[in-house]
Structures are given as C-alpha cells and as structure tokens.
C-alpha cells in the first residue's frame, strides 16, 4: 500500500497543499476546526477574525484558484485603513496621510523633506533617515515597539528594510498639489460577501473533510524511519511530510534530529498574540476596515471593524471591534488584565463611547503570530529548511516557512510544496 503524504496542519498552507494532493494526502489538524490563523470564530450571534485577513493578489494564477474556490460569493472593496496619531486620524500610509492634517503636516513635512532618505544603520536610525526624525519618533518606533515586543535594533536589516519602505519624495509634493497617486495591488482587496474570512478555508473543507484529521496533534516525528505520532498514541508512515505548524514545533517533536539542530531553534524568535472581540451594543460610526494606534499608553497597536467587512459579521444594529496586543512568544500573557485595559483603552481613544457600549467579550490567544525577524534566527531558519528538506519534510506557510507573509502567500507555498512531490 503507497504510502501517503502528510500534512501538519489545516490552515490555508496545508488546506491548499491538500487540494493539489486529493487522494494523496492526510492532513492532522491539532484543534477542532480548519482554518487556522485565516478562522472565522463566533461568540454569542458575531463573527470575528483573528485581525484584518483580506485577500489581495500579485499573482493571478492563484487569484482565479481562490476565485473558482469561492465562487460569486465575494467582493472587491477599496480599502479604507487609518492611522490615529497625536489626536489626529488619517488614511493609510501614514508617510502620505500626514497631509491630510495641518497640524501633522507642520509637524512632520519640513523634518522629511530634509531627510537624508539613505537605509543605514538599525531600524530607529533607518526610519529617521527615511522619514525624519519627528515621523520616526511619533509613529514609527513607537508603533512597531508596541507590535514586535522585541528590540527593534535586533530586527534583521533586511527585514527592517520590508518593513521601512521607501517612496519618492515628488510624491509627496503631488498629493500636497491635490493629484491622486496610482495604488499598488494592495489598495483593494477581496473578502467574503456575507461572512468572515474564515470562509474560504470551509470551501476547502468541504473538498476534503475525509482528508483532514480534525483534534489530531502530532506529538512525535521520526525522520529517519518515516512516521508520525498522534495525541492518540497511532503511528502513521508517510512517504512525504508538509509541516505549516511554526517551525520551533516541527524541531522539538522531530525526535530524531540532532540536538543541535533541535536547539537551533533558540534562534527563532516571534511575537505572540491576544484578539480581544468586543460585542457593542451599536454600530460603530467609523467606517474604517482598521485603525493603527501608535500612542504607547494604548495597549493595542490596531484594531478592526468587522461590520465594515461584511454586515454579517454582526446582528442587526449591533456593532463590534478587535484589539490586537502584542506579547513576546516565550511569555504567558494575562488574558483578564489585556481584556480590562482593552475596554478602557477602546473608551480613552474614543473607538467606544463608554463602558456601558460593550455588552460581551471574547479573546482568542496565539502563540505565534509574527516571526520577528534577526540575523541569527534568519541564518538558522535557511539552514533548517536544508536540514529538513533532505529528510522529505517540505516547509509552507507563514508559521512553516517562519516568515511574514499574507493570505497570499500561504496559499502559494502550500500548492508549491504539493506541486514539489506531484
């Protein structure tokens, strides 16, 4: 009897790699449901996802594979995504944003025009030679020292640099002229027409639910013999293995590896992630998609709307939000202390009008949700990869890879790794 492929995990890296594979595959999910960081949850008549997961697309091969996946039962929406700064709120990015406000542009135009506009030095000193010192300390560090929980001076440079992104200075003098600047593939994006974004992941499933291992850990994999271990104690060889779990767990449950490959994962370093959903008695006002917040005594840096998504995300005349907060992976967040200051943190930057709004909460925790990015983890992630290809594990996935990537991307590399053992 063949031997089949597995693969670990069921978001949409290892739903993907599964629709390519049909017959071919077993896909163990260790929780009770597919989708995985792409979910839709439900608590008490809302929906919610785990942050803004939008569909946008470069490359068009795997936009007609969503496409014929979801049918008609999706739009196109232009995407509205703002930034609340020094009591001002303005569009998306913020570099160009700033204009919209007199009382940001006198604070931030003349210190950018004279930025040196040059990538050296660590991610403080890049974002002020990009964008002057005054954006840098008002949003950019304080930002992404809220997001990453981690050093920024440690982050990878290359990284840094995705994150730091360049723009020409005449652009800035058209948009203070009133033109409107083309927009890249990013500016719009798809989202299901009356649901969440975990919609796509359950058309996947229903192409494969006898596929796919629902509550099904794998706690032990042996390289050299060729199987894996469940949270039920079975067996199953195989004769290829997909991992999309983060790769820290793919290393620690690899038995047979080396301890110093297994300790190499000490190098890989992530942020961790708390969802606090609020279920508010009315409809939000605000007709932002999401909202980053860099002020640092405001415990969350974004939060999004689900109703501007889709209005069923919510009962009729109901309204809700998210808050993200951040935390380091190595760390054990307090879930009802971040809920509390979530609260009182939507009522002091004026997202909700009072306490007596929010009628019920929810909160949905991951432990792995950004790969941050430096030097040491970089190196050792590409040579794990090599060490892990060479015993027929292939990588995909956000977590797999251990990288930051979209929707996209994942779908991408799950059919790429499925298209790597066809």
Not at 45 to 57: A, C
Not at 136 to 157: I, R, S, T
Not at 167 to 186: Q, V, W
Not at 292 to 313: A, L, V
């Amino acid at each position: 009897m063949r031997k089949p492929i597995i693969i670990i995990g069921a978001g949409l890296a290892g739903l993907a790699a599964a629709y390519k594979l049909k017959e071919k595959a077993e896909v163990f999910e260790a929780s009770d449901a597919v989708g995985g960081v792409a979910r839709t949850y439900k608590c008490k008549g809302f929906s919610y996802d785990l942050g803004p997961h939008v569909l946008y697309f470069r490359n068009e091969r795997i936009r007609r594979w969503v496409e014929r996946i979801l049918g008609s039962k999706w739009e196109k929406q232009v995407r509205r995504a703002r930034i609340a700064i020094n009591g001002e709120r303005v569009d998306y990015p913020i570099q160009e944003g700033f204009l919209q406000s007199e009382k940001l542009t006198r604070r931030f135009l003349d210190d950018l025009l004279k930025a040196p506009q040059t990538r050296k030095g660590n991610f403080k000193e890049m974002a002020a030679n990009l964008y002057g010192s005054a954006l840098a300390e008002d949003f950019f560090m304080p930002y992404n020292d809220k997001l990453w929980c981690h050093p920024l001076d440690e982050m990878d440079k290359e990284w840094a640099q995705r994150f730091l992104p360049s723009f020409p200075r005449d652009d800035l003098k058209r948009l203070a002229k009133g033109e409107t600047l083309p927009r890249g593939p990013n500016a719009y994006f798809f989202y299901p027409e009356k649901s969440g974004i975990g919609t796509l992941s359950q058309a996947l499933w229903e192409e494969l639910s006898n596929r796919i291992h629902l509550s099904t850990k794998v706690t032990s994999i042996n390289t050299e013999e060729g199987w894996v271990e469940t949270n039920s104690g079975t067996r199953h060889h195989y004769s290829y293995l997909i991992s999309t779990i983060p790769l820290p767990e793919i290393l620690r449950a690899s038995v047979d590896l080396p301890e110093s490959d297994r300790n190499r994962a000490k190098e890989l370093r992530s942020v961790g992630m708390v969802f606090v959903h609020l279920s508010l008695a009315h409809p939000l006002s605000d007709d932002s998609h999401w909202v980053y917040f860099s002020d640092p005594e405001i415990c969350f840096h974004r939060i999004s709307i689900p109703r501007n998504y889709s209005d069923g995300m919510t009962p009729p005349d109901r309204g809700s939000i998210v808050a993200e907060v951040s935390f380091p992976s190595d760390k054990n967040p307090d879930i009802q202390t971040i809920v509390e200051k979530v609260k009182m943190d939507t009522v002091k930057s004026g997202m909700v009008g009072g306490l007596e709004d929010i009628i019920s909460h929810d909160a949905q925790v991951l432990r792995h949700a950004y790969v941050f990015p430096t030097m040491k983890g970089e190196k050792a992630r590409e040579e794990l990869r090599w060490i892990l290809k060479h015993r027929d594990i292939l990588l995909a996935g956000r977590y797999g890879v251990w990288e930051y990537a979209n929707m996209e991307r994942a779908l991408e590399q799950g059919i790429k790794a499925a298209e790597a053992l066809c």
